[in-house]
């Protein structure tokens, strides 16, 4: 029973991280600026509709591998050395999630620096790096650093004074080196489209630069996750 239990557990947090994945491919879809698309080039429509297009496809093959890892519990659940095996595997792909663990891959590096002339208008702030964050993660953003601060779900992006980030705890200042893993074209077209963070930044006049990478490299998150009011339902209906 406990092996099951164990089992059962470890299905539902994958189903919840996979569930998660999707919601987060159409979320990106429900916060497209319709406005900007509409003063679209026709070139441009078709190309941002050729990713979108994309992004469904992979969608799909998402849904379809839930599908396929829940066939591969109920298969494994009746051998304990393959249960056991499987619990393990799924530990290091929630480590991953979860920030624990270093990772590579491709994605995009932006670089935001305050303004040399020491107008403060034109010097980046906590809410530019939220805004950024958010960006990115719509985008399908897998892992995310800022200055060698891992972000994970836990994470808060703060101010306590002017020029002054709070990130995890540790203070980081200008200039601000946000790493992202993911699909670069997808990273790339989130922060570029008319009307989005870019072209934001370029209103108020705020230094931003970026560059595509086949090859990023993020730290882990050094800090601790830990649930103070939350508890595992072993089964019943909530109260």
Partial sequence: ??????????????????????FTQFKTVEQTDITAIETMREAELKSELSSWKTKYDETNLKLSEVENKILEYNKTISSKEDSAKLVENEVKEYEKYL????????GIVITLKDSDDQDPEKNINHTDLLSLVNELKLAGAEAIAINDERIVSTSEITSIRD??????????????????????????????????????????NKSVEYVLEDRIELPKYEG????????INEGGKAK
């Fill in 1 to 22: 029973m406990k092996g099951k239990r164990i089992m059962t557990i470890s299905i539902g947090c994958t189903a919840f991280i996979l569930t998660m994945v999707l």
């Fill in 99 to 106: 920030g624990y663990t270093k990772l590579r891959g491709e």
């Fill in 163 to 204: 020029g002054i980030v709070i990130i995890n705890t540790a203070r980081v200042s200008s200039p601000y080196n946000v790493r992202a893993i993911g699909n670069k074209k997808y990273l790339e077209s989130a922060i570029t489209i008319k009307g989005g963070f870019l072209d934001e930044m370029k209103d108020y």
């Fill in 224 to 231: 601790k996750m830990e649930l103070e009011y939350s508890k």
